[in-house]
């Protein structure tokens, strides 16, 4: 079964209605759902749903199922609705659009930072990205101001879709080494910001870099002799 991604169009939404499609155990998948899953680097969303009998469950995480399914993990201990039920459900959105706005700075430090991703994770309150640098020299007063130049801008952030062959012909728009867009499944989603970056991406994003707010790069590290780890935090004080 797939479910429904509300999310895609839909990233400032909160609040959605959608029909108990299985359950197995405390993991419930819905028709359709505005709960993201895991993946990417992207935490999947938290939030509740709420039972036709005004009853709540805690979605303590999203994860991907099989066949395109989205799985809504609830607390043990909870009364489960049954397949067929409708119910309600809010994120968490002050943890959601931290994760957009974090998601999105993340790829404006890919091209602050010109060089190939080898890994990367986004959170509510840091993010980081591996860099394939054997020799780097990189400064985090400067990543940081270059950082903050791109976001101060207000590039617009867009999404639209390519398929797999026009893809092919651009493997440059693939900048992470060590994971590929998913394949199979149709067109492949990209992420545009304004006239500087271009990249498949299947996460959430802000409307534009402004959005994101003032940050600043916590910490470069040395993980091997060819990797370099840069670490991104908000600036409280931006």
């Known amino acids: 079964m797939t479910t429904e991604l509300l999310f895609r169009e839909s990233p400032y939404e909160t609040r959605f209605e959608a029909t108990v499609e299985a359950i197995d155990g405390n993991d419930i998948v819905l028709d359709r759902t505005l709960f993201y899953p895991h993946g990417g680097g992207q935490p999947g969303d938290s939030g509740i749903l709420t039972l ?47 994760h957009m706005r974090m998601h999105t700075c993340m790829h404006l430090l890919s091209v602050a930072i010109p060089a190939p991703v080898t890994g990367g994770s986004v959170g509510a309150d840091k ?47 693939v900048k992470t080494l060590s994971a590929q867009p998913p394949r199979g499944e149709g067109d492949i989603r990209l992420i545009r910001i304004g006239d500087v970056d271009l990249q498949p991406c299947g996460g959430t994003h802000v409307a534009s870099t402004a959005e994101i707010g003032r940050v600043r790069v916590a910490k470069i590290e040395k993980k091997s002799r060819h990797n370099r780890r840069v670490s991104i935090v908000f600036d409280p004080e931006g």
Do not use: C
């Open 52 to 98: 036709a009998d005004g009853g709540t469950l805690t979605v303590a995480d999203t994860r991907k199922g099989e066949a395109g399914a989205v799985v809504h993990r609830v607390s043990a201990g909870t009364t489960l609705p049954a397949v067929g039920d409708r119910v309600s459900g809010e994120i968490d959105w002050s943890r959601r659009h931290a």
């Open 127 to 173: 993010g980081r990205l591996d860099f394939d640098l054997p020799e780097s020299t990189l400064d985090r007063e400067t990543v940081t101001a270059s950082l903050n130049a791109l976001i101060t801008a207000d590039h617009p952030v867009t999404a639209e879709w390519i398929t797999e062959a026009e893809l092919d012909a651009q493997p440059d728009l």
